[in-house]
């Protein structure tokens, strides 16, 4: 298995640092530890440090557009995992990511979009323990009209045998 270095600094390597985590915005916890190493984080958008991001991929924003702002889902993501489990040293791998993309009727790239998320797991905590499965799904409206949307499954290490 591939070993996982500080996230920490793979993060200041690509340039970027966790925003602060978003606010819920509904009646749920933003992210929920189920089993003894497995958290499910709620859905996350692309606005960071309260930048309003409104519109559709296909109408107001390019492929490459979409998956900076899916990239940034993930961001608030993480934001929210550490914010649960204080150190994302702990995590042993992505499971599971669902990327919502608000899509005009004639754009079909939403897996393209989705590679923002799913690449920036993969760049942090490497090819094998940070490439989820991924499900990348195209609806016609997010709340706040947010075009992007990002939830996400992962397994933390067990602490009385780290891997």
């Known amino acids: 298995m591939e070993t996982i270095n500080n996230v ?20 749920y916890v933003s992210a929920k530890s189920f089993g003894s190493r497995l958290v499910y984080v709620s859905g996350c958008g692309p606005s960071i440090d309260s930048a309003v991001v409104q519109g559709k991929l296909g109408q107001n924003y390019s492929v ?9 889902c993930m961001l608030n993501v993480l934001a929210v995992l550490e914010a ?6 702990k995590v ?4 599971k990511i ?16 989705a590679n923002g998320a799913s690449g920036l797991l993969a760049d942090l905590f490497g090819e094998e323990a940070g490439t989820p499965s991924r499900s990348a799904v195209g609806v016609n409206a997010l709340p706040g009209n947010i075009p992007v949307e990002v939830e996400a499954l992962f397994e933390l290490c067990d602490p009385e045998y780290p891997d």
């Open 84 to 89: 649960h489990i204080e150190d994302l040293n």
């Open 8 to 27: 920490y600094e793979k993060l200041h390597t690509l340039g970027l640092q966790l925003p602060k985590p978003p606010a819920r915005g509904g009646v």
């Open 64 to 72: 490459e557009q979409g998956q900076l702002q899916a990239r940034n």
């Open 92 to 95: 042993k791998q992505a499971v």
């Open 98 to 113: 669902t990327v919502f993309v608000a899509s005009a009727d004639n754009f079909h790239e939403q897996s393209k979009v």
